[in-house]
């Protein structure tokens, strides 16, 4: 079993930059695949980054795709996501999830483990 717990939520200015952080626990080589997905009121969940752990290939949604990054730390069995410029539209809890297998990164279903979520509000 793997456990994440997200933290660094918080509300923002338009422009302004947060970083998210996810700290992994459990058996935690299970976790091939790192992504995080956020969930604004009435939307569905939608994937915003991913990573491969074992290759360190990382991709996108376009919508953030120049302002977000993930990253990880095997350190400390975290990953983050460091999120620039940030836009109203980017409002939303945002979840970290981890795979073992996983197919298409973008659909919520593909993966096994999730957090509760961290809110992250940007206004003008």
């Known amino acids: 079993q793997v456990q994440l717990v997200e933290s660094g939520g918080d509300s923002v200015q338009t422009g302004g930059s947060l970083r998210l952080s996810c700290v992994v626990s459990?058996?935690?080589?299970?976790?091939?695949?790192m992504g995080w997905f956020r969930q604004a009121p009435g939307k569905e969940r939608e994937g915003v980054a991913f990573?491969?752990?074992?290759?360190?290939?990382?991709a996108y949604a376009s919508s953030v795709k120049g302002r977000f990054t993930i990253s990880q730390d095997n350190a400390k069995n975290s990953v983050y996501l460091q999120m620039n410029n940030l836009k109203s539209e980017d409002t939303a809890m945002y979840y970290c999830?981890?795979?073992?297998?996983?197919?298409?990164?973008?659909?919520?279903?593909?993966?096994?483990?999730w957090g509760q979520g961290t809110q992250v509000t940007v206004s003008s």
């Open positions: 459990g058996y935690t080589a299970n976790r091939n695949y």
């Open positions: 999830a981890a795979a073992t297998v996983l197919g298409l990164w973008t659909s919520a279903r593909a993966w096994q483990y």
């Open positions: 990573l491969n752990r074992r290759t360190g290939f990382t």
